[in-house]
T-cell receptor, first 117, second 112 residues
Framework: AQKITQTQPGMFVQEKEAVTLDCTYD???????LFWYKQPSSGEMIFLIY??????QNATEGRYSLNFQKARKSANLVISASQLGDSAMYFC??????????????FGSGTQLTVLP | DAGVIQSPRHEVTEMGQEVTLRCKPI?????LFWYRQTMMRGLELLIY????????DSGMPEDRFSAKMPNASFSTLKIQPSEPRDSAVYFC??????????FGSGTRLTVV
């Protein structure tokens, strides 16, 4: 079974500063994928970044980067130069291997990020 | 690409009534997922389909819930009879060859 743990229910960050949102995972699959989604107050789920378990380098997408530490089973999201529009709920999620039975995403409980002006 | 389309966006119904939620996945995506989001339980997978065939329905709460995918471009999630505890946001998502997942805007269901 797969499990995602997000231990920070809420985080505050000053505008223009960087912030790290924690995510740890547990799986017995040798191949897996890790995702981060943003859910603003409007409710939609917005894909931010993806890291494959065999990727050698940490994923980056603009101001988002994923600090992937495989041995520690952690996949923290780093947001640089925070903006007021980054205030939202952030979810870490995992997909198992590529077989049909493991294609679902398992989500963590989320972190509510508030960016302060 | 219009994305994953869900309807209705909001649904308010009385306890005991039948509710049908609809989803149109992205064309070419062969996986379709139904999730439910509540404050208490977070995001839960209800059921998912591969090539229109249900693969895992272990997350469906009880017999009052049913889901169908009659073709590659349409899926429904039906609750009959509805209960107040079914109030939640229901998301549909689809996935294709690139293994990314695209979510619809969700249906906010309120059962009174």
């Amino acid at each position: 079974a797969q499990k995602i743990t997000q231990t920070q229910p809420g985080m505050f960050v000053q505008e223009k500063e960087a912030v790290t949102l924690d995510c740890t995972y547990d799986t017995s699959d040798p191949s897996y994928g890790l995702f981060w989604y943003k859910q603003p107050s409007s409710g939609e789920m917005i894909f931010l970044i993806y890291q494959g378990s065999y990727d050698q380098q940490n994923a980056t997408e603009g101001r988002y980067s994923l600090n992937f530490q495989k041995a520690r089973k952690s996949a923290n999201l780093v947001i640089s130069a925070s903006q007021l529009g980054d205030s939202a709920m952030y979810f870490c999620a995992m997909r198992g291997g590529f077989s049909g039975s493991a294609r679902q995403l398992t989500f963590g409980s989320g972190t509510q990020l508030t960016v302060l002006p | 690409d219009a994305g994953v389309i869900q309807s209705p966006r909001h649904e308010v119904t009385e306890m005991g009534q039948e509710v049908t939620l609809r989803c149109k996945p992205i064309s070419g995506h062969d996986y379709l997922f139904w999730y439910r989001q509540t404050m208490m339980r977070g995001l839960e997978l209800l059921i998912y389909f591969n090539n229109n065939v249900p693969i895992d329905d272990s997350g469906m709460p009880e017999d009052r819930f049913s889901a169908k995918m009659p073709n590659a471009s349409f899926s429904t999630l039906k609750i009959q009879p509805s209960e107040p505890r079914d109030s939640a946001v229901y998301f549909c998502a689809s996935s294709g060859l690139n293994y990314g997942y695209t979510f619809g805007s969700g249906t906010r269901l309120t059962v009174v």
